[in-house]
C-alpha cells in the first residue's frame, strides 16, 4: 500500500483543518489506520488509531479537538482537526498495518510522506 498525504498548512489557534491520507495498491478496508506526528527535537508520536470497523483511539493530548475517520469506498482516512493550539505544530504522518498493535507501536511497514500543520498567529 502507498500514501498520499494531503491538507496541511498554516492556520491560526483556534482554527481548523483537515489532514486526508488516500491510499493505493492493496485492500484498504483490511487495514488499521493511524495519524502521527513528529515536531522539531521531539519524537514521533502516536495522535490517533482506526480500526478496520471504525474503533478509534486517541492521544489524550488530542481528545475532544481530533476525530479520525475513514472511508474505504474512497480509500482514505481523515483527521479532522479542530480547536487547534500552537503545540499541535509538526509534521503529520499517516501509517497503516493489518495489525493494530504495530500502528499503536510505531512499528507498522508503510508511512506516508508526511503534512506540515503550522499553528501560529
Known amino acids: 500500500v502507498q500514501f498520499v498525504e494531503s491538507g496541511g498548512g498554516l492556520v491560526q489557534p483556534g482554527g481548523s483543518l483537515r489532514l486526508s491520507c488516500a491510499a493505493s495498491?492493496?485492500?484498504?478496508?483490511?487495514?488499521?489506520m493511524g495519524w502521527y506526528r513528529q515536531a522539531p527535537g521531539k519524537q514521533r508520536e502516536l495522535v490517533a488509531a482506526?480500526?478496520?470497523?471504525?474503533?478509534?483511539q486517541y492521544a489524550d493530548s488530542v481528545k475532544g479537538r481530533f476525530t479520525i475517520f475513514r472511508d474505504n469506498a474512497k480509500n482514505t482516512v481523515y483527521l479532522q482537526m479542530n480547536s487547534l493550539k500552537s503545540e499541535d505544530t509538526a509534521v503529520y504522518y499517516c501509517?497503516?498495518?493489518?495489525?493494530?498493535?504495530?500502528?499503536?507501536?510505531?512499528?507498522?511497514?508503510?508511512w506516508g510522506q508526511g503534512t506540515q500543520v503550522t499553528v501560529s498567529s
Open positions: 482506526i480500526g478496520r470497523g471504525g474503533e478509534a
Open positions: 501509517t497503516a498495518d493489518v495489525l493494530l498493535f504495530k500502528v499503536v507501536a510505531g512499528t507498522a511497514d508503510t
Open positions: 495498491g492493496s485492500i484498504f478496508s483490511i487495514y488499521v
